[in-house]
T-cell receptor, first 111, second 112 residues
Framework: KQEVTQIPAALSVPEGENLVLNCSFTDSAIYNLQWFRQDPGKGLTSLLLIQSSQREQTSGRLNASLDKSSGRSTLYIAASQPGDSATYLC??????????FGAGTRLTVKP | DAGVTQSPTHLIKTRGQHVTLRCSPISGHKSVSWYQQVLGQGPQFIFQYYEKEERGRGNFPDRFSARQFPNYSSELNVNALLLGDSALYLC???????????FGPGTRLTVL
């Protein structure tokens, strides 16, 4: 069964701290893995996409890594800001076109 | 460039009714996917369409159906609405079936 789990469910940090969000997937036969941000009641904003052949992707203060063999991905946020407060979701794409999401990590960055 | 657009923004229906949700993809994108997101959970995959053909289907009952038009816009239809169908319905588009997906703002459906 293709399941995606995100730990922790919620995280609160002071402004300026570096942090890591975790994503694990049970079926390692993924096509790609995508990280999203979701603000309350809104749609999803794509942050980073990692193809199955890649190990990491970077965009600004964000860095995402992928380890297919262990079924894990991490999202690293450097120098967190209050504007980073949101729910972060990871999603694994499979060859049958199914895209499995985790339940998300709700991040609060305190000024 | 306009992003993915969805209509309507909000919708209130009663049990047993049917509903049609609409999605317009980013210009040039040929794939549209639909997701259901219940409060506090991640989105669940419903359908993917590419070049007007169904390319993937999630674990949803036959009350859910969709189609894609020649201009690549898409409709999601839900018949015989149940209270449990209340959710945020998200549409995502991508250039093809496997590339980065871009999401619309969603349609909030409430079934009374």
């Amino acid at each position: 069964k293709q399941e995606v789990t995100q730990i922790p469910a919620a995280l609160s940090v002071p402004e300026g701290e570096n942090l890591v969000l975790n994503c694990s997937f049970t079926d390692s036969a993924i096509y790609n893995l995508q990280w999203f941000r979701q603000d309350p009641g809104k749609g999803l904003t794509s942050l980073l996409l990692i193809q199955s052949s890649q190990r990491e992707q970077t965009s600004g203060r964000l860095n995402a890594s992928l380890d297919k063999s262990s079924g894990r991905s991490t999202l690293y946020i450097a120098a967190s800001q209050p504007g980073d407060s949101a729910t972060y979701l990871c999603a694994a794409k499979y060859n049958n076109n199914d895209m499995r999401f985790g339940a998300g990590t709700r991040l609060t960055v305190k000024p | 460039d306009a992003g993915v657009t969805q209509s309507p923004t909000h919708l209130i229906k009663t049990r047993g009714q049917h509903v049609t949700l609409r999605c317009s993809p980013i210009s040039g994108h040929k794939s549209v996917s639909w997701y259901q997101q219940v409060l506090g959970q991640g989105p669940q995959f419903i359908f993917q369409y590419y070049e007007k053909e169904e390319r993937g289907r999630g674990n949803f009952p036959d009350r859910f159906s969709a189609r894609q038009f020649p201009n690549y816009s898409s409709e999601l239809n839900v018949n015989a609405l149940l209270l449990g169908d209340s959710a945020l319905y998200l549409c995502a588009s991508s250039w093809d079936r496997y590339n980065e997906q871009f999401f619309g703002p969603g349609t909030r459906l409430t079934v009374l």
